[in-house]
């Protein structure tokens, strides 16, 4: 950055700053009700999977429901960041309620998340899930260790998005089954309990068998193309898009369409009443996470105006959910939060087209094939060096039984790796320990990504909108901002309303969310709270 962008950024965060502090002022003085401000008796803890933060600018005019009233009448972070490497579902859910990065809740990849074949799920399907690989506590388990009368729901379309947010807590966990169903696994419970069979028996996703997803709004409210060709795989492109007409179908594929956000809610709802959750006097959490943003940016990409419909109906359905939420529990007693697990990139080639640049495709394997290649020719096992997820793992022993040494091994990797079109860099990782980690993000990230018992010993980084080879869908992963940046967002009496234009990480949101339970932390962690956001009660 130089140094005149630099100034002016620090100039506009002086007057987001100075703005906010007047909006607190003035608030404090008017608002007697302050005196009477006591604990939530319900936490909300809204994630959207794929959710980048300049989504709600692009669609500000059009977001008149819950998205739209979180942003205008909460505390919003505009430069929030998921701050880790790998930015994926199941580490950026290990995030959003434990105030831990990665390299603290241990869950470095979508790959090594919840996926536990010793936890079958209730009902069967799925390989099964639990939350074995998550390290340390949660939100939910300091409200508990101060009054364990506090209760946890979580409820996902994913295992790991209903999983990660409560950590290892044997909570009410339920996420979606392909047949229709929401079910949990056997980590957490035998059976499912009667509110969410009644619920289940519903069988709402089969009711859409044959129905189709159209625009919400009249088709010239929406300046995107709808015929793109790079989008969907090439298949099935443009509105109206429908499900199947077999219902067994229509629930499997219910995934990939907006009303899922909608069962997801309700489904949300259900629980609220069957559990009394909120109902005081204590503190109970409802952990919600929202997955179509996610199914629909990497069939359509985030530049869409499938897209564009789907951030306008989650608006809708968020807005239904909290009125909902409102009407059964007293909303002077609600605490919510909204963030993302990540963001997405756009289409390379798209991208390219757009801004006449070249598209980057990163192809690592002739690498990987000539040190495969070396390694038989030495009879060393061919797994002996890895390369997954960006990060290089040796196995010394092997190495070394065949003569070789690791360390000009993984060097020899190092300097090949970094002469690829499309890598901006690679790292050692005993460099970037001693990185600025302050000023170099990408050196950051990976030191927030990975635990010390990893054994990784280089990263690999993309260049910015550069994809691998290969990928035909819009995705994410990567320690580029575009990744990273997120939503933060505190709604409900305790949070000063405004924008606040300080660095924030998603780490930050359990430690706030902890001061307004009057809570502390049971662990180390690395977020810090945002007292600036937070209304103190009158003397
Ligand atoms: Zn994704």
Redesign the pocket.
């Known amino acids: 950055m130089t140094h005149l962008a630099h100034a002016r950024r620090v100039i506009r965060r002086t007057i987001v700053a100075a703005a906010c502090a007047a909006v607190a002022t003035s608030r404090v003085a008017a608002q007697q009700r302050d005196a009477n401000l006591t604990v939530p008796t319900l936490i909300v803890f809204v994630t959207v ?2 959710m980048r933060a300049d989504y709600f600018e692009r669609f500000l005019p059009q977001l008149n429901g819950g998205l739209g009233r979180l942003y205008r009448g909460g505390a919003v972070y505009m430069d929030a960041h998921q701050d880790h490497a790998i930015t ?2 199941a580490p950026g859910h290990s995030v959003t309620m434990s105030g831990r990065f990665p390299s603290h809740t241990g869950i470095v990849a979508n790959a090594l998340g919840v996926g536990d074949p010793r936890s079958p799920m209730i009902g069967g399907g799925g390989t099964g899930a639990s939350p074995f690989r998550f390290r340390g506590t949660t939100l939910t388990d300091w409200i508990h260790s101060k009054d364990p009368r506090s209760r946890a729901l979580s409820v996902s379309r994913k295992d790991r998005g209903a999983i990660l947010p409560i950590g290892r807590s044997k909570s009410n966990v339920f996420w979606y089954a392909t047949d229709g169903r929401f079910t949990t696994s056997s980590y957490y419970a035998d059976t499912l309990p009667t509110w969410l069979n009644e619920f289940n028996a519903k069988k709402i996703p089969q009711t859409y068998a044959g129905k189709v997803w159209d625009l919400l709004l009249p088709a010239k409210q929406y300046p995107e193309p709808d015929t793109v060709a790079q989008e969907n795989f090439g298949n099935g492109v443009a509105f109206p898009h429908g499900f199947p007409n077999d219902p067994t179908q229509a629930a499997r594929l219910f995934t990939e369409f907006p009303p899922m956000d909608s069962l997801i809610a309700q489904a949300a709802l259900a629980g609220v009443n069957g559990m009394r959750l909120g109902a005081g006097p204590q503190t109970d959490v409802l952990a919600v996470s929202f997955s179509t943003t ?1 199914a629909v940016g ?1 069939r359509f990409g985030p530049d869409s105006r499938e897209l564009h419909d789907q951030i306008l109906r989650l608006d809708r359905y968020l807005g239904i959910f909290i009125d909902s939420l409102y009407k059964l529990r007293d909303s002077s007693r609600v605490a919510i939060a909204l963030t993302a697990d990540h963001g997405v990139a756009p289409y390379p080639e798209l991208r390219a087209a757009r801004e006449h640049k070249t598209a980057e495709r990163v192809d690592v394997w002739p690498v990987m094939d000539r040190v495969v290649a070396r390694l038989k020719a030495a009879h060393v096992d061919t797994n002996a060096v890895v390369l997954e997820e960006g990060m290089v793992t040796l196995d010394h022993a092997a190495l070394s039984n065949g003569g070789l040494s690791p360390d000009s091994v993984l060097n020899a990797v190092v300097a090949a790796l970094r002469r690829v079109t499309g890598v901006s860099r690679v790292d050692r990782m005993r460099d970037l320990t001693r990185a600025d980690t302050a000023r170099d993000a990408v050196a950051r990230r990976w030191v927030h990504m990975l635990p010390p018992d990893t054994h990784v010993e280089a990263v690999l980084s993309l260049a910015p909108y550069a994809y691998y080879q290969g990928v035909d869908m819009a995705t ?1 992963g990567t320690p580029n901002d575009y990744d990273s940046h997120v939503p933060e967002i505190f709604y409900g009496p305790w949070f000063i309303p405004g924008h606040y234009g300080q660095r924030s990480t998603v780490a930050d949101m359990a430690p706030t969310l902890a001061a307004v339970a009057e809570v502390t932390p049971t662990e180390p962690i690395d977020g810090r709270a945002h007292l600036e956001a937070i209304r103190k009660p009158a003397p």
């Open positions: 999977d794929q994926e579902t996610d990497h994410h």
